[in-house]
Nanobody, 123 residues
Framework: QVQLVESGGGLVQAGNSLRLSCAASGRSVSSYAMGWFREAPGKEREFVAVTDWSGTNRRYVDSVKGRFTMSRDTSKNTIYLQMNSLKPEDTALYYC????????????????WGQGTQVTVSS
């Protein structure tokens, strides 16, 4: 089993930055694909960024390209989401997720999920 715990969310003004962390425990996720997803009130959970196990194949939703960067530190069993130039529309509950197979942008393909961390961006 894999347990995921997100942290780093908060309330920021538009234009500022946050870095989310997702610490994994239970087993190493070095061979897992990892993803960041978000869920805004009244909306479905959507893909934000995903990476395969090597970290070389990353994909981002168009709305965050050039602003968000996903990375992983296998030595710490942790992944990160650096979020710059935040906008009010980035406000959501952010989740990290893990799966054994290749990277996917589909939430239902991920087996392991964290509890989420809230990001609120004020205008």
């Amino acid at each position: 089993q894999v347990q995921l715990v997100e942290s780093g969310g908060g309330l920021v003004q538009a234009g500022n930055s946050l870095r989310l962390s997702c610490a994994a425990s239970g087993r190493s996720v070095s061979s897992y694909a990892m993803g960041w997803f978000r869920e805004a009130p009244g909306k479905e959970r959507e893909f934000v960024a995903v990476t395969d196990w090597s970290g070389t194949n990353r994909r981002y939703v168009d709305s965050v390209k050039g602003r968000f960067t996903m990375s992983r530190d296998t030595s710490k069993n942790t992944i990160y989401l650096q979020m710059n130039s935040l906008k009010p529309e980035d406000t959501a509950l952010y989740y990290c997720a893990a799966r054994r197979d290749g990277a996917s942008w589909l939430p239902y393909e991920y087996k392991y999920w964290g509890q989420g961390t809230q990001v609120t961006v004020s205008s």
